[in-house]
């Protein structure tokens, strides 16, 4: 049987041995037993402070498989699960636990108990920035930690008005609006998909320095004839007025990539490079442009 949260159980030694002391202290509260406490509270506040990087640590020398609800998942929502080989899938599904073991997921009014994130929504999320960056030899997002998911449009401080998503480099937050996230990726094609254009927005300023195509002066012309939706239907869903136009490409790149190829030719070998320098993957999915 695998272990899924190993920090866990690395932390009931030194909680049993909590419960000792303090069982003591309390029959004995003159005797030195109190001091002792602080023996295994100690390991017990660190193992709590770095279980994120535990848990890193340990399922990356003891890989476990994905739960079948999981892999269902990848195979309706995915662009390009289903039609890799084994060995990249292993590696896909690999990487896949070892990014929602790393991050911090924070939900905000959830439902759930303490606005606990469920499981499959963090595979959910996670699955975008790891297909994002399964052609190229490190993962990527390695600063990207924390993700807020608010369950309906947000503003912030930043942003005082309502919008699906935002991405802040300096601290490492991805912040999106799951009800787009859910409509998205469960009914491709029908919604704009925000958590792939955040993904997008976070590699570009992680990655700066790749050698990013020129855009014409009538790239939303383009655009229009890949994406299922128009430039006014991808503002409103992300809820803001301009926008940067490349995390849009490299959105529809990964999730229309035939018709982006026969309406981009030129950008889509620029894309090659960035995100497939060791070739590419190969993709057999048939696609059609969905009316909206």
Known sequence: MKIYKFSNI???????????FGYL??????????AWILLPLIPLMLIYVFSPQIEYWWLKRNPIELDAPVQKMLNKTNPVYST???KTKE?????????????????KGMESDNNAVPHDIKMMISQVPVTMTLG?????????????????????????????????GEDGVVILSLEHVDKALMQKGHHYDVTWHAY??????????ENYPELPANIWESIDKISPQDKSQILGTLGFKTIDTMPVLINLYFN?????????????????QIFFPRGPLKDNRAETKLES
């Open 10 to 20: 690395l932390a009931i030694p030194f909680f049993i041995l909590l419960v000792i």
């Open 25 to 34: 202290t309390y029959q004995n509260p003159e005797s030195s037993y109190l």
């Open 84 to 86: 890799l080989d084994r």
């Open 91 to 107: 590696e896909f599904e690999r990487r896949l636990v070892l990014f929602a073991t790393a991050r911090d997921f924070i939900g």
């Open 136 to 168: 190229r030899s490190k993962a990527g997002f390695k600063h990207w930690e924390r993700i807020v998911l608010y369950k309906h449009p947000f503003p912030t401080p930043m942003n005082k008005f309502l919008h699906t998503m935002e991405t802040h």
């Open 200 to 209: 997008a927005e976070a590699f570009i300023k992680d990655n700066p320095k």
């Open 256 to 272: 229309y990539r035939k018709q982006f190829a026969r309406v981009l030719p030129v950008i889509k070998e620029s894309f090659d």
